[in-house]
Structure formats: structure tokens, C-alpha cells
């Protein structure tokens, strides 16, 4: 099984080589080798599919900061606008990380705006149909209990966030979740088949998780958590927050 996942990824690999390779092989053909009618035609094509490509970009980008400045606009918009946040982030992780911007700012910018697009969007849903998912790193390192097989094996002793979770669950009617980690909280999320989620965590997990439910089409209001005592040790979050991520979804 491995083995044939890790031939796959060669292969592909090796088709995109190939399809590199000749994409460059037949510019300098054009370029060295054809009539200058010839030439003059492939530069007109390639200028012409530059410029197209630009435009597009620069319509999404539009489209986005329209968005962020003025509420939500018409669905394709949206998805414009989501298209080139996806498009964009891979270059934009670079370009920052060149200019000596941390990975981590980066990721909080983006968590921010799928934040602003997610709310600007204005769904709404039934309490039982948004889903919290909360990092077990938020749990008391001292506490015993098993809060991940079942979050109500909390005592509710206040010493961690997990207590004032669940009274918001319980206040608010949403499903709440602790995850321990990646797998489980995409194991939750197709549990529960949540219309929404917010969900709890770090810069890094929070743009994984935004990017995979954002795949799967699921609205994802991301809030951090605090890391007091460094990363994935005894963290907290401030529950406000989780209250008014949860309103976004639940509250016309
Ligand atoms: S609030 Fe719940 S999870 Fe947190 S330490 Fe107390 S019993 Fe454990």
C-alpha cells in the first residue's frame, strides 16, 4: 500500500517533469528555430495568455478585498475571492518568508480573512449542525480524564477551558469535540457531518483545517488559542470568542 502510494507520487512526478520539460522544449523551439511569422505568433499567444491570467488574478484579488470591505456580494464573488486566497497562499507563504515575515504571521493573516469571508458570507444554521473542535492541549495536563473518547468525562472542576466549553455546548445547543489531533479531528468532522464548524488551535492547525474543510465546502470560523506555557502544554482560549464564532453561525 505504501509502497504503491509512494510510486504514484513518482510517477506524478515524473509526468510533470515531462510535461515541463516539453513546455520549455517547445518555447525554445519557437524561439530559436521557427520563421519569424511563426515567432511573432507564439510571443502574441504566450503575451496574450500572460496578460489573460493577470487580469484573472487581478479580478480575484479584487473581488476579495471588495468582499473584506464591504460585506459578502454575489455567491461567485465569493467563491472568486475563496479561489484566489487558495491560489494565492502558497506564493504568498514564500514571498513572506523571504522578506523575513514568520510563517506564523502569515497563517494568522490567513485565518483572518477566511474568518472575514466566512462571516461575510452570513449562513446560518441550526445549533446542532455546527460542531466545536477543540485541541486536547487545552485539557489540564494534570487531569485524568479521557475528555477526548467522550468530552462529558469532564468533571468540570475549572482548572482548564474545557469546563467553560461545555457550558457554552450547553447554553448554545452546539455538538463540542476534543480532538488529539489532525486525524481525529477530521475523524469528528465526518462523524458529526457538521454544516459549520469553529474550531480551536494554533496558526498551523488552524490553516490545515481551514484548507481541508474548505475542500469539503464546510464553513469554518477559526479562533486561537493561547500558549502561555508554549506550544501544546496546557493552553487556553478565551471563551468570548468561541461565543461569538459559534453567533456568527447560529444568531440571524
Ligand atoms: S475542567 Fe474538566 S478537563 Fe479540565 S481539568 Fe477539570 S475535569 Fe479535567
Redesign the pocket.
Known amino acids: 500500500m505504501d509502497k504503491g502510494k509512494k510510486r504514484l507520487f513518482i510517477l506524478l512526478g515524473m509526468a510533470s517533469l515531462l510535461v515541463y520539460g516539453a513546455v520549455f522544449g517547445a518555447i525554445w523551439f519557437v524561439m530559436t528555430s521557427a520563421s519569424p511569422a511563426v515567432r511573432h505568433i507564439a510571443v502574441t499567444a504566450l503575451a496574450a495568455g500572460f496578460v489573460m491570467l493577470m487580469i484573472a488574478m487581478a479580478a480575484g484579488l479584487g473581488s476579495l478585498v471588495l468582499g473584506l470591505l464591504f460585506g459578502s456580494g454575489a455567491l461567485w464573488t465569493q467563491k472568486l475571492g475563496r479561489g484566489v486566497v487558495e491560489l494565492f497562499y502558497p506564493m504568498v507563504l514564500r514571498v513572506g518568508q523571504f522578506i523575513g515575515i514568520s510563517k506564523e504571521e502569515i497563517e494568522d493573516s490567513y485565518i483572518k480573512i477566511n474568518n472575514q469571508m466566512t462571516v461575510a458570507a452570513g449562513n446560518r444554521f441550526r445549533p446542532e449542525d455546527v460542531l466545536v473542535l477543540a485541541p486536547h492541549c487545552l ?2 495536563t ?2 485524568p ?1 479521557k ?1 477526548t473518547i467522550d468530552v462529558h468525562n ?10 467553560g466549553l461545555l457550558t457554552i455546548a450547553e447554553d448554545t445547543g452546539v455538538n463540542f469535540v476534543v480532538a488529539s489531533g489532525g486525524t481525529f479531528a477530521r475523524k469528528f468532522a465526518k462523524e458529526y457531518s457538521p454544516k459549520a464548524i469553529v474550531a480551536i488551535a494554533c496558526e498551523r492547525d488552524l490553516t490545515s483545517g481551514i484548507k481541508d474543510m474548505n475542500v469539503q465546502q464546510i464553513p469554518v470560523v477559526g479562533v486561537l488559542n493561547e500558549r502561555p506555557n508554549g506550544p501544546c502544554h496546557n493552553t487556553s482560549v478565551q471563551l468570548c470568542k468561541v461565543r461569538q464564532a459559534i453567533s456568527y453561525f447560529t444568531e440571524a
Do not use: A, M, P, V
Open positions: 485539557q489540564n494534570g487531569c480524564h475528555i469532564c468533571h468540570r472542576c475549572g482548572k482548564c477551558s474545557i469546563d
